[in-house]
T-cell receptor, first 112, second 114 residues
Framework: GAGVSQSPSNKVTEKGKDVELRCDPI?????LYWYRQSLGQGLEFLIY????????KSGLPSDRFSAERTGGSVSTLTIQRTQQEDSAVYLC??????????FGSGTRLTVV | AQSVTQPDIHITVSEGASLELRCNYSYGATPYLFWYVQSPGQGLQLLLKYFSGDTLVQGIKGFEAEFKRSQSSFNLRKPSVHWSDAAEYFC????????????FGKGTTLSVSS
């Protein structure tokens, strides 16, 4: 597609439920990144996929968070047993061979 | 470890006045450097980037930034601010190699007064 597409744009979930957030990167971009943006906290790196290499999961805050990227394209970020502190905007970005991302518009997650 | 500092959390500038947003980084070598802008409810848009070469970089929307190695800084400037520039601005760095995650500063919120 022309840009990075994220869905849903908004998600309200009950505490303890699992959620899946989807990212469809720009066609041909080999790198895909997930970030979390909390109020006043800037952007927190979560996970990074580069081609067929093992993902860099160093930013995942707990084992409740996981992500996969199927066929080197679409990625899904899964949060299990959501907590209120998981409420944030989750941003996906993709890039080609050099740094400099294109971001999606994000998914605003609210855990109630 | 790499880090990015944006010392100003919130800045207010009069419309038509000049703007400078500060960014300092901590990294052993010259990193790749970026500025992004985020309008309310929107994703991040790349304003400009520095990889190498001329230390004064021109971006979109009339913004420019200057890389100063001696000061480990990459400050963003605009000679005349417009009301539509009100947004949050993020500085980011990445190691000088392909395919690595960007490290972002905490952002500076710009308000524009009339």
């Amino acid at each position: 597609g022309a840009g990075v597409s994220q869905s849903p744009s908004n998600k309200v979930t009950e505490k303890g439920k699992d959620v899946e957030l989807r990212c469809d990167p720009i066609s041909g971009h080999t790198a895909l990144y997930w970030y979390r943006q909390s109020l006043g906290q800037g952007l927190e790196f979560l996970i990074y996929f580069q081609g067929n290499s093992a993902p860099d999961k160093s930013g995942l805050p707990s084992d409740r968070f996981s992500a996969e990227r199927t066929g080197g394209s679409v990625s899904t970020l899964t949060i299990q047993r959501t907590q209120q502190e998981d409420s944030a905007v989750y941003l996906c970005a993709s890039s080609s061979s050099r740094p400099g991302y294109t971001f999606g518009s994000g998914t605003r997650l609210t855990v109630v | 470890a790499q880090s990015v500092t944006q010392p100003d959390i919130h800045i207010t500038v009069s419309e038509g006045a000049s703007l400078e947003l500060r960014c300092n980084y901590s990294y052993g070598a010259t990193p790749y450097l970026f500025w992004y802008v985020q309008s309310p409810g929107q994703g991040l848009q790349l304003l400009l980037k520095y990889f190498s070469g001329d230390t004064l970089v021109q971006g979109i929307k009339g913004f420019e930034a200057e890389f100063k190695r001696s000061q480990s800084s990459f400050n963003l400037r605009k000679p005349s601010v417009h009301w539509s520039d009100a947004a949050e601005y993020f500085c980011a760095v990445a190691p000088n190699q392909a395919g690595t995650a960007l490290i972002f500063g905490k952002g500076t919120t710009l308000s524009v007064s009339s």
